[in-house]
């Protein structure tokens, strides 16, 4: 039996805001890509947790098909699997040349053959309320896979002192996002949707407080790199060294002169010259 969110405005309100926010988390990674779309460069950006993002976008939106009462499940799910999909293309496009096959061995076994394989499975060995909670299960699992992936890039943050590559946008929404759709979940009476979230939650703030720990760190990730001498170097060559004075004049002159009446005791006086000199001191 469906249920109407009209007759449910907790639910529908879980649902819609819930929309809005993981609407919001999508989006997050915009500035990473259009940095990497005008730099035509990944520089060290990893795929993963996309990969991971489309997958769950696509278990969810084939369990919402069977489960009752979850149309905003299939609104929002529907609108990830499209930005998640242009997320991945920018990535392949401008990724180095064993980045991108590695993508897209991911993308084949993960998106192509892990979902094609639980589609098979649901569709011939499973059969009515069985199917729909073998599905949530699944869903439950990669959505806690998902909410994990982003881990690979907290251990990043950690061993650079950088979180360059953790932008605070996307845990804050990730974390509001986890709390509405765990508050869908209860009004809906689907574990398989409550619980993942909790540990969305947990995650989210994790990365939030990593942020905040990191995020005023003045020392980049190629200074650590640098052995301490070639550190002192580059100081050295960025403003440490003795003060320059400039040079005022080319010709060498100061402002008595002497500087040109040094210059004219090497010259030759023409013999003109000299005729007029005599003339004048007689």
Not at 183 to 192: N, V
Not at 230 to 257: N, Y
Request: glycine residues 8%.
């Amino acid at each position: 039996m469906t249920i109407l969110p009209i007759h449910h405005p907790l639910l529908f309100a879980f649902g819609l805001l819930g929309n809005i926010i993981s609407f919001m988390v999508y989006l997050a990674p915009l500035p990473t890509f259009h940095r990497i779309y005008k730099k035509k460069s990944t520089e060290g950006f990893q795929c993963f947790p996309y990969l991971v993002a489309l997958l769950s976008a696509m278990l969810w939106l084939y369990y919402a098909l069977y489960k009752s009462g979850a149309n905003l499940l299939i609104t929002i799910n529907s609108v990830g699997l499209i930005i998640e999909s242009t997320y991945i293309v920018m990535y392949i496009v401008n990724a180095p040349k064993k980045a991108r096959i590695q993508t897209l061995k991911l993308l084949l076994s993960m998106n192509v053959g892990a979902f094609g394989s639980i589609v098979l499975v649901s569709q011939f060995l499973l059969k009515g309320s069985i199917r729909v909670r073998v599905l949530g299960w699944v869903c439950s699992a990669f959505s806690v896979t998902g909410f994990a992936a982003p881990l690979s890039i907290t251990r990043k943050v950690i061993r650079t002192k950088s979180v360059e590559y953790m932008p605070f946008s996307l845990s804050f929404f990730l974390t509001l996002s986890a709390v509405m759709w765990f508050g869908y979940g209860m009004q809906l009476k689907d574990m398989c949707i409550a619980l993942p979230n909790v540990l969305g939650f947990i995650f989210g703030a994790l990365q939030m407080i990593l942020y905040l720990i990191y995020k005023n760190r003045s020392e980049t990730p190629e200074d650590q790199k640098l052995p301490e001498h070639v550190a002192e170097i580059k100081k050295q060559i960025t403003g440490a060294g003795p003060e320059v004075q400039p040079i005022t004049s080319l010709s060498g002159c100061d402002e008595t002169g002497e500087g040109e009446d040094e210059k004219s005791k090497g010259q030759t006086v023409p013999d003109h010259k000299k005729g007029t000199d005599a003339s004048d001191q007689v």
